[in-house]
């Protein structure tokens, strides 16, 4: 046995929506982050270099009066100066006869990752010449140098925290544009979608054209307001087709002379009919009629005639049968056949008895009858319990229901003759 095939499960438009604009937005998010980092390790890098010359500038005086009077003491305090805190790894101070006279170096790794020290490998090295001013307009004079190398592992770890926070002032930025997208299109794009969606999934299939079109308010001249407008018409199209496609088929179940249903009708129901019985093991009657003499009828009064007499018989037909279960349609000719649902034998004559009745109360004339001065006509009765003992089958009741006809006709006329 074939097992069911799995149901698809349903996504959301907005849960689409949303990780598509989340999925933009961490690209964009990446890119952005890209450029703000590569503009912040360029700030960085001439933020770097300033304070750099900013410090050797401000020592430069003090650094060369202790280079020119060969001043150790001074000489250390200067290096010791520039050496407060980790962003030097090394100073030296030599006087203009290349003597160290200071010299400081940070003990530990400096090592660093490959990018910082793409960045900053070449802004770590600074060599300024000392030069002694005496004043009074007394020429200057070179006595010695300082040498200063920052401390690349303290530069990295600058760089990254600056960069953690740009990054992360770049993603924040990032989903807060993309908040306002999804809002933006849920607001303006997706939920409209979604009514006419709802609309669709709420539209019955046998009457489309009346589906609960969505007003879409400001969408009206865009393409959302078109598309309503077009599934309105479609729907509407599909609608006259189905309504043409009823009338089509009442048309060609209708007898075209009477108005009641006509054999092919008959032929459709009693299948159905007898399907039904069977489930609710109830009985199931037909009873055949015909019209008496209704050859001499027309021999006599013409066809004219003759054809409203059948359209007497048959609203008197089914103006007595009424039950929504049951059936009255034109056989052919001058027959007509009742079906007759949870009807028993006995049930069936007496419905038979009251047809008779009404056919006679028209009191039609019928001057060349042998047999009455006004139109009558003749009943055969079968009935059957599809699913029970007698389950014969809807052909042979029929059968059997033509036979009682058959006999009444043969036994005189204008009586009703049932299966014994």
């Known amino acids: 046995m074939k097992s069911a095939p799995p149901v698809p499960r349903r996504r959301s438009l907005n849960g689409k929506q949303a990780i598509l604009t989340l999925l933009i937005a961490g690209l964009l998010s990446l ?24 410090l050797l500038a401000l020592i430069d005086g003090t650094a060369a009066e202790a280079a020119f009077q060969l001043n150790p003491d001074l000489a250390r305090q200067v290096a010791d100066g520039l050496f407060v805190g980790d962003r030097v790894a090394q100073v030296s101070l030599r006087d203009d006869f290349g003597r160290t006279m200071a010299s400081r170096q940070r003990i530990g790794d400096d090592s660093a990752n490959w990018l910082v020290t793409l960045l900053f490998d070449d802004i770590l090295h600074y060599r300024r010449t000392l030069v002694y001013e005496p004043g009074q307009g007394a020429p200057t004079t070179q006595v010695g140098e300082i040498e200063l190398t920052l ?24 989903l ?3 908040a306002l997208m999804v809002v933006a299109f849920h607001a303006f794009i997706t939920r409209p979608l979604l009514r006419v969606h709802a609309a669709i999934i709420d539209t019955d299939p046998r009457r489309p054209g009346a589906w609960p079109k969505p007003r879409l308010g400001h969408h009206a001249d865009d393409e959302l307001g078109h598309l309503v407008v077009g599934l309105d018409r479609l729907l509407r199209a599909f609608q006259n087709g189905l309504d043409q496609r009823d009338q089509l088929h009442q048309i060609s ?7 009641i249903a006509n054999r092919r009708r008959f032929d459709e129901f009693l299948p159905d009919a007898w399907q039904r019985a069977r489930r609710s093991r109830q009985p199931l009657s037909l009873i055949f009629i015909d019209i008496d003499n209704f050859k001499q009828f027309n021999d006599h009064y013409g066809h004219v005639i003759g054809d409203d007499t059948l359209r007497a018989v048959a609203s008197a037909l089914s103006n007595t049968v009424t039950r929504a279960t049951d059936l009255v349609a034109r056989y052919g000719g001058e027959e007509f056949v009742c079906v007759l649902a949870d009807t028993d034998r006995e049930g069936a004559r007496a419905v038979a008895g009251r047809l008779r009745d009404a056919i006679l109360e028209l009191a039609i004339p019928h001057a060349g009858s042998p047999h009455a001065e006004r139109v009558t006509a003749s009943f055969g009765i079968a009935s059957a319990h599809p699913g029970k003992e007698d389950d014969v089958g809807f052909e042979a009741l029929l059968e059997r229901a033509d036979s009682q006809l058959y006999r009444a006709k043969h036994q005189g006329r204008d009586q009703i003759v049932w299966e014994p």
Not at 33 to 43: K, Y
Not at 253 to 259: A, F, P, Q, S, Y
């Open 31 to 54: 890119v952005a982050g890209s450029i703000e980092l590569a503009r912040d390790a360029a700030t960085m890098r001439d933020e770097v270099q300033s304070r750099t010359d900013h």
């Open 151 to 174: 401390a690349l592992d303290s530069l990295g770890r600058d760089f990254m925290n600056r960069s953690l926070l740009v990054f992360s002032l770049s993603v924040v930025k990032a």
């Open 176 to 178: 807060a544009i993309a």
């Open 253 to 259: 179940t209708l007898d075209g002379l009477t108005g």
